[in-house]
């Protein structure tokens, strides 16, 4: 009932000027003409809690490897929203790269493995992380070469303190 009732609304959700409070509103009355007595907030807690259920139950059966599952009315939700950009996205952002990358169900065209290939241009990123990753690598070796030279010049000190000790060592016994 709830979903017969979403779908003949459906049109009113998607509406800007209508606040989806006023639907709700208006779902919750024909349920009291059906003889059904639920608040407002009954009805939109159990939309939730089944659109939950369905994006879970779906959400389970995109992943390789897991078992099909279905949640309670599972067909009608995906019939009503299967298509819709929430459940089946149009893009995916990754922090995978692209070797890693997934592909997507939907290729336009196949390159054909015989055609030759024209090596593509380094991008403007890629001639940045070039340039960074440049600047990075001579920060650290000058890093390195002053830490050296610190190190040397700070055995040289001790060294001379230690001959000017040993010197100081023999006038005092030989006094």
Request: net charge positive.
């Amino acid at each position: 009932m709830l979903l017969f009732s979403l779908r003949k609304d459906d049109d009113l959700f998607k509406n800007d000027k209508i606040r989806n409070e006023t639907v709700w509103k208006k779902i919750a009355e024909s349920f009291k003409e059906k003889g059904y007595i639920y608040t407002v907030k009954q009805i939109e807690n159990k939309w939730k809690n089944l659109r939950k259920n369905y994006m879970k139950t779906k959400d389970n059966n995109n992943k390789s490897g897991a078992s099909f599952k279905k949640c309670k009315y599972f067909d009608e939700m995906d019939e009503m929203y299967g298509k819709s950009p929430s459940v089946q996205p149009v893009a995916i952002a990754s922090n995978l790269s692209e070797k890693n990358a997934l592909p997507l169900e939907i290729e336009e065209k196949k390159v054909d493995e015989n055609t030759c290939s024209v090596p593509l241009k380094k991008s403007k990123l890629d001639k940045q992380l070039q340039m960074w990753t440049k600047h990075l690598d001579e920060s650290m070796q000058k890093r390195e070469e002053t830490r050296e030279r610190r190190h040397q010049e700070r055995l040289a000190q001790q060294k001379e303190a230690l001959k000017t000790y040993k010197e100081g060592k023999k006038t005092e016994d030989f006094c």
